[in-house]
């Protein structure tokens, strides 16, 4: 039971471009949703998260959308830069005081092409 | 800046024994956490720690695992008896608790500790 999907498993930019990673949910007690990047023998690294009461966070070049309607979720990433090539996983938990266990996507390989 | 920090890099143990995978979170943090991540696969909760007992376990965390904060560092994953299917890179996290809203930070986690079964 898939309840974060990434339907993308890859994505090819140029630098200097937008990144747009795409995440959907399925399970609507999620309120509270992540992005993580993953470089290869790394753990995962702390992006930027949303919560449900909002529909957008800035931090810097990264922007996260939330449509709480569609259960859909972007990340955008302006401009592109060759150190952003990771593994990008979308996460999300539900409300539960002091135990948000998160629920991962599958990941998005983006490249940064220079 | 805090890290959570895990040893060791890289495990190996053959099929039927028992290992320990071992975790520092970040001092301050109220909240542990162990994921796993097969190769090619999705990274996947197994249980989810907060004042000195497991508050949540996935279908995944059976019998087989164990976890502890042994003192008031350490937090340990234990795998009694190690099969094939339990390759996989583990990783710890840890979190904080967001004062304002009773929620929780967002969690931090370690390098993963790479354990092959042979």
């Known amino acids: 039971d898939q309840q974060v999907k990434q339907n993308s498993p890859s994505l090819s930019v140029q630098e200097g471009r937008i990144s747009i990673l795409n995440c959907d949910y399925t399970?609507?007690?999620?309120?509270?949703f992540l992005w993580y990047k993953k470089y290869p023998a790394e753990g995962p690294t702390f992006l930027i998260s949303?919560?449900?009461?909002?529909d957008k966070n800035e931090d810097g070049r990264f922007t996260v959308f939330l449509n709480k309607s569609a259960k859909h979720l972007s990340l955008h990433i302006v401009p592109s830069q060759p150190g952003d090539s990771a593994v990008y996983f979308c996460a999300a938990s539900a409300p539960d005081f002091g135990n948000e266990k998160l629920t991962f996507g599958t990941g998005t390989r983006l490249t940064i092409i220079p | 800046e805090p890290e959570v920090t895990q040893t060791p890099s890289h495990q190996v143990t053959q099929m039927g024994q028992e290992v320990i995978l071992r975790c520092v979170p970040i001092s301050n943090h109220l909240y542990f956490y162990w994921y796993r991540q097969i190769l090619g696969q999705k990274v996947e909760f197994l249980v989810s720690f907060y004042n000195n007992e497991i508050s949540e376990k996935s279908e995944i965390f059976d019998d087989q695992f164990s976890v502890e904060r042994p003192d008031g560092s350490n937090f340990t994953l234990k795998i009694r008896s190690t099969k094939l299917e339990d390759s996989a890179m583990y990783f710890c996290?840890?979190?904080?608790?967001?004062?304002?809203?009773?929620?929780?930070?967002?969690?931090?986690f370690g390098q993963g500790t790479r354990l092959t079964v042979v």
């Open positions: 399970n609507s007690m999620f309120d509270y």
């Open positions: 996290a840890s979190s904080d608790l967001l004062t304002t809203t009773g929620g929780n930070t967002e969690a931090f």
């Open positions: 949303i919560s449900s009461i909002k």
